[in-house]
C-alpha cells in the first residue's frame, strides 16, 4: 500500500545510547519532515528536507541529525539519546508544499530512561 | 509553533453541542490544514483550504479560511462522543519550506 512507513514502531533505549528511526516513502514526494510530539506542545518540527541530498533544520533540531541519501528514506538519528527526547516521533511527506497534500506515517514511540 | 496560535487548549462539551476551535498565524498561508489524531495514534487528514473566504464541510465539520488567509476555524455541530479527541491545524505558508502546527485542542465530548 502507498504511504509513509516509520520503523520502528516502539522503542525503548537508556541514556547515552545512539538510535536512527526510518522514514520510507513510496509515492516519489521531494519534501519529507521529522516532528516530535509532546502533551501540549503540538507536533513541532525537527528537520526537514526538499530532495534528495538534502537537509535543513526544523524548529527543535538540537541533538537530533537527519539523511537523505536516497529520495524515498528519511533518516532520524539519536547520537546519544537523553530523557528530554522520549517522545512520539512522526514522519511526513509531500509531493510539494504548495497544496498537494501530507500524508503521515503512523509515529514512532521512544522512551528514553 | 510560534507560527500557528491554536485556541482554547482543551475543551470539554456535553454531547450534543456545538463547538469552535481556532488556529491562527502570523503570516499569509498558503494553505491551511486540519487534523485530527485519537490519543495516541496517528494524524486523520480532515480538510485542506487554500482560498480567502473558502469554507468546507463533512459530516457535521465545517472549516473556514478567512479572506486574509491567517485565521481558520474549525466548528463542530451537535457534537458526538465520535468526535472526542485531539484536533490540530497545520499550515504551509507562501515563503519558505516548512510545514508548521499549532499546538492541538483536546476534545472531550460527554455522553
Known amino acids: 500500500n502507498a504511504g509513509v512507513t516509520q520503523t520502528p514502531k516502539f522503542r525503548v533505549l537508556k541514556t547515552g545510547q545512539s538510535m536512527t528511526l526510518l522514514c520510507a516513502q513510496d509515492?516519489?514526494?521531494?519534501?519529507m519532515y521529522w516532528y516530535r510530539q509532546d502533551p501540549g506542545m503540538g507536533l513541532r518540527l525537527i528537520h526537514y528536507?526538499?530532495?534528495?541530498?538534502?537537509?535543513a533544520k526544523g524548529e527543535v533540531p538540537d541533538g537530533y541529525n537527519v539523511s537523505r541519501l536516497k529520495k524515498q528514506n528519511f533518516l532520524l538519528g539519536l547520537e546519544s539519546a537523553a530523557p528530554s527526547q522520549t517522545s512520539v516521533y512522526f514522519c511526513?511527506?509531500?509531493?510539494?508544499?504548495?497544496?498537494?497534500?501530507?500524508?503521515f506515517g503512523s509515529g514512532t514511540r521512544l522512551t528514553v530512561v | 509553533s510560534q507560527e500557528l496560535e491554536q485556541s482554547p487548549q482543551s475543551l470539554i462539551v456535553q454531547e450534543g453541542k456545538n463547538l469552535t476551535i481556532n488556529c491562527t498565524s502570523s503570516k499569509t498561508l498558503y494553505g491551511l490544514y486540519w487534523y485530527k489524531q485519537k490519543y495516541g495514534e496517528g494524524l486523520i487528514f480532515l480538510m485542506m483550504l487554500q482560498k480567502g473566504g473558502e469554507e468546507k464541510s463533512h459530516e457535521k465539520i465545517t472549516a473556514k479560511l478567512d479572506e486574509k488567509k491567517q485565521q481558520s476555524s474549525l466548528h463542530i455541530t451537535a457534537s458526538q462522543p465520535s468526535h472526542a479527541g485531539i484536533y490540530l491545524c497545520?499550515?504551509?505558508?507562501?515563503?519558505?519550506?516548512?510545514?508548521?502546527f499549532g499546538t492541538g485542542t483536546s476534545l472531550t465530548v460527554i455522553p
Open positions: 511526513a511527506s509531500t509531493k510539494n508544499n504548495r497544496g498537494s497534500g501530507y500524508t
Open positions: 497545520g499550515a504551509d505558508t507562501n515563503t519558505g519550506n516548512q510545514f508548521y
Open positions: 509515492m516519489n514526494h521531494e519534501y
Open positions: 528536507s526538499v530532495g534528495e541530498g538534502t537537509t
